[in-house]
């Protein structure tokens, strides 16, 4: 069976995993902002995990006003872990419908639209997984209303070709075949780590010195 008849078959799950979008007013204007993006784990939950929080914290310590639930995405509740299986399982079906269902990557613009809008000076955006093939469906076109100054960071990216131009700082970890087989482009640091262990202080660093860095 072609990647091709999968994504088709996968696409529409795929896209309600993430159709469920947020809207202009549920974001404050600010001068800086960081955010978290990855894709939809739970179909219920967007709060962040403890080691998430804390790559936003180390980017609030340098004055970037954390948004503290995984954007875009409606959901109630604290966090809870997520079953690996179940999980993969939905990550997958949505990387396949972001690279192979133009449906799917139509529809993510809108729902990250309120993101660029609503930050008026430098925006960061730490992603993880697929998160950064997220990013890239949603960006803004050329000729769009102004947006602010954009640079990412990718954890553990599992993404096709970065959008030319986009700054984008890579932790890969040296014990994730995942990221290893799902993206080839220049790394920064490669810590110890596996898909799901993008935490600590060589991660903290990396938000740190992407906040310090000149934009």
Known sequence: MSVSTVAARWGARGRDDLAGGSGPAALAAVDDRVAWLSGRSSPRRTALSPAEDALLDAAARHGFVPLRRGFPFVGTGPWEPVPLARASVRNARQYLA????????????????????????????????????????????????????????????????VPAGLDVWVAQGRLDPISALGYRGEVRVRPWCGHLGYRGPAVERLVEDACRSPW
Do not use: M, N, Y
């Not at 269902?101 to 993880?128: I, M, W, Y």
């Not at 947006?147 to 960071?153: A, D, F, G, M």
């Open 98 to 161: 972001l690279r192979h269902d133009p449906a799917t990557r139509a529809l993510v613009a809108p729902l990250l639209r309120p993101l660029f809008a609503t930050t008026r000076s430098r925006l960061l955006v730490v992603c993880g997984s697929l998160g950064l093939e997220l990013l890239a469906a949603g960006l803004p076109e050329p000729g769009d209303a102004p947006r602010p100054r954009l640079r990412v960071v990718a954890l553990g990216p599992v993404a096709g070709r």
